[in-house]
Every structure is written in structure tokens, then in C-alpha cells.
Nanobody
């Protein structure tokens, strides 16, 4: 059973930066697509960014140029560097491992962008 532990969320002013981390237990991390989603109350969970097992990345248009996803397979960890944060980035951010069975979700970490 793989567990995902997220950290790095918090309160930041508009224009600021945060770095989220998601650490996975187990040794199968490198075989998965890893990514980040976010959700605000009353809305569906939204895909933000992912990195496949080959290291290719992709981003939702609203974060391109501001967010960077990276993975360290030796540490079983995926990161999301978030720069130039905007109030509309406020959400609970979740990491996810998928592409193989079973899939895994983290517990979520709150990011609040406000002055």
C-alpha cells in the first residue's frame, strides 16, 4: 500500500511563491505518472500539472509559465513550484499517482493566496 504525504501549503500574498511536496512510500514511484490537482468548494477537482514516467510534463493553461512540476524518483517525491501566485490559485491541492493499478491520492494541502 502506497501512502502519499503532502506538505508545503499555506497562506501567501498575491505574487508570492510556494513549493508543494508529495512524498510517496514504496518503491514503485518511478513507474507512475505523478501530478497535482486542485479543488475549491463547490467545484470539481481540476488537473493542474503532471509528469510522466519519462519526465515529460504538461500544465493546465492557467498555470503555464508560473508553476513547475518536478519529480525525484530516488526520493519518491514530486514537487510543485508555484510562482506569481494569484487569488484564483487558492484551493486544496492534491497529488496523485496514476497510469498503473491501483492509483493513489494524497490527503490534500491548503493553499490560500490573499493579501
Amino acid at each position: 500500500q502506497v501512502q502519499l504525504v503532502e506538505s508545503g501549503g499555506g497562506l501567501v500574498q498575491p505574487g508570492g511563491s510556494l513549493r508543494l511536496s508529495c512524498a510517496a512510500s514504496g518503491s514503485i514511484f518511478s513507474l507512475y505518472i505523478v501530478g497535482w490537482y486542485r479543488q475549491t468548494p463547490g467545484k470539481q477537482r481540476e488537473w493542474v500539472a503532471y509528469s510522466n514516467s519519462g519526465g515529460s510534463t504538461n500544465y493546465v493553461d492557467s498555470v503555464k509559465g508560473r508553476f513547475t512540476i518536478s519529480r525525484d524518483n530516488a526520493k519518491n517525491t514530486v514537487y510543485l513550484q508555484m510562482n506569481s501566485l494569484k487569488p484564483e490559485d487558492t484551493a486544496v491541492y492534491y497529488c496523485r499517482l496514476w497510469g498503473r493499478s491501483p492509483e493513489y491520492w494524497g490527503q490534500g494541502t491548503q493553499v490560500t493566496v490573499a493579501s
